[in-house]
């Protein structure tokens, strides 16, 4: 998803939907738009609705099970303004040696703050150590738990 991108989503209309029916799908595909933008650190123009009938430029075929008085695709858009760039995660930058040394380093010290308690998982070491970050880690150095390599 990058700036200048139309995101959108549509569903089929047979006539019979009652307008409650339709301002609730309304409201749940702007939130979905809004959600799914979110997870990009995305920033979405408001949705603009309309409404296509078969034989329009991007219409397909209605399904076998859409019938009624009046189908129509109801489609919603809306433009991405802006994208935040997404945080580096420390993580993502370690190599596998370095990830699993200050995986050792967290289980150990977690041992000593908390013993008795069950051993972490890496999932939970990862999630420590990308929390705590560069700091501790620098830290561990300094402290000569883990060298560089």
């Known amino acids: 998803m990058k700036p200048g991108d139309t995101i959108e989503t549509a569903i089929w209309l047979d006539g ?9 799908f309304e ?3 702007s939130a979905a738009l809004v959600e799914r933008a979110s997870a990009e650190n995305a920033v979405l123009a ?15 075929e209605a399904p076998d099970h859409i019938q009624g008085p009046d189908v129509r ?7 991405v303004l802006s994208v935040a ?9 370690l190599e596998p040696r370095d990830l699993t ?7 150990r010290g977690y041992r000593r703050a ?7 998982t890496d999932r939970q070491c990862d999630t420590l150590i990308n929390d ?7 830290a561990a150095l300094e402290r000569g738990n883990a060298t560089i390599q």
């Not at 408001?46 to 397909?60: F, Q």
């Not at 695709?73 to 433009?79: G, S, W």
């Not at 040394?101 to 289980?107: D, E, K, P, S, V």
């Not at 705590?132 to 620098?138: I, N, S």
Request: hydrophobic share 40%.
């Open 16 to 24: 019979r939907e009652t307008p409650q029916a339709r301002a609730q």
């Open 27 to 29: 409201a749940d595909v």
């Open 46 to 60: 408001p949705v603009k609705w309309s409404v296509k009938r078969l034989g329009e430029d991007r219409v397909p």
């Open 73 to 79: 695709l109801l489609v919603a858009e809306a433009d």
């Open 85 to 93: 760039p997404t945080a580096s995660h420390f993580l993502s930058e």
């Open 101 to 107: 040394r200050l995986r050792q380093i967290t289980r």
């Open 114 to 120: 908390y013993p008795g308690q069950g051993r972490l």
């Open 132 to 138: 705590l970050g560069p700091e501790a880690a620098v």
